[in-house]
């Protein structure tokens, strides 16, 4: 049985006035709801709440029960990140565009927070990608995703050459802007404008996505989510592309090395209202599949 939400910590976007006023009253009302609520240290500054209540994100992480992620689906890859390693449930409430992952309106967020309180909620897992680069056999660095890891040139209209291994085995080798690895989160996302396909958070599966191939053959294929992903750069690029971890990280890699790409051990605890559909999610932010 889940321990009791006695501590909630919050989360969001900083130096954002509205995220700001809807941390404010969210704070307010769980005030008078739970044994305690901290409030991660840079949003407590835009808040101007008293310093008892304001924490380090690893120490919220670390206190908290539960923890309401206020902002973009942004905001909460970057929080995804720190807080699947601690095994806390995470509620988003939606203060960017589309709002994947923060699935609650501001304008009803205070009688959905209330339910969940009260164990009305339904839990998802999603898990993460995990990527380190090696150079002649040494790690050169190393970081995860939730939506998708990109090989891209680091220059505009630069194309890059390079090779596939799945499992150890050669799968193919491409010349192409790049690639995109994506979990189902991230199927939705970059990987989708780059034409992958829509997978549903509960397939436990990656997709290798090419990057305006240089050929007519290419198409995007999908692998199980135990397979063993590695990338070569081959030597002959003149360029030094980089990786990006879902938009938000990015270290650069040079001609030769390998990016090694395996599935994280911990997963990310989401909490979404009662009625929560994908499918509805889909329709509503991307005009999918609706009635015509």
């Not at 601690?86 to 203060?95: A, Q, S």
């Not at 002649?136 to 890891?149: K, P, T, V, W």
């Amino acid at each position: 049985m889940r321990k009791p939400f006695n501590t909630i910590g919050i989360l969001g976007k900083p130096n954002n006035p509205e995220v700001a006023e809807t941390a404010e009253i969210l704070y307010q009302h769980l005030g008078e709801k739970v044994e305690r609520v901290i409030v991660d240290q840079q949003m407590a500054k835009d808040m101007k709440l008293a310093s008892e209540d304001s924490v380090s994100r690893n120490e919220l992480a670390q206190q908290s029960d539960m923890v309401i992620v206020v902002g973009g689906d942004g905001s909460m890859l970057n929080a995804g990140r720190l807080l699947a390693n601690y095994d806390v449930p995470v509620l988003g409430i939606n203060r960017g565009y589309l709002g994947f992952l923060t699935d609650i309106s501001p304008t009803d967020m205070l009688q959905r927070v209330d339910d969940v309180l009260a164990g009305d909620y339904i839990e998802e897992l999603r898990f993460l990608l995990f990527a380190k680069v090696y150079r002649n056999d040494q790690q050169q660095g190393e970081s995860e995703a939730l939506n998708d890891i990109v090989l891209y040139p680091g220059e505009i209209s630069k194309m890059l050459d390079f090779e596939v291994y799945i499992d150890d085995m050669f799968a193919f080798s491409q010349r192409s802007d790049g690639i995109i690895v994506s979990t189902p989160t991230g199927s939705t996302a970059y990987a989708l404008s780059g034409g992958g396909p829509i997978m549903h958070p509960s397939i436990e599966a990656l997709a290798l996505v090419p990057m305006h191939p240089h050929t007519l053959s290419m198409r995007p294929i999908v692998v199980n989510i135990e397979s063993c992903i590695d990338i070569v750069v081959a030597d002959t690029n003149r360029y030094h592309p980089q990786i990006s971890c879902d938009g938000q990280l990015t270290f650069p890699v040079e001609p030769g090395d390998r990016i090694s790409i395996r599935k994280k051990r911990r997963q990310l605890w989401l909490l979404h209202p009662s009625d929560y559909d994908y499918y509805h999610v889909l329709r509503t932010k991307l005009g999918w599949g609706a009635k015509l």
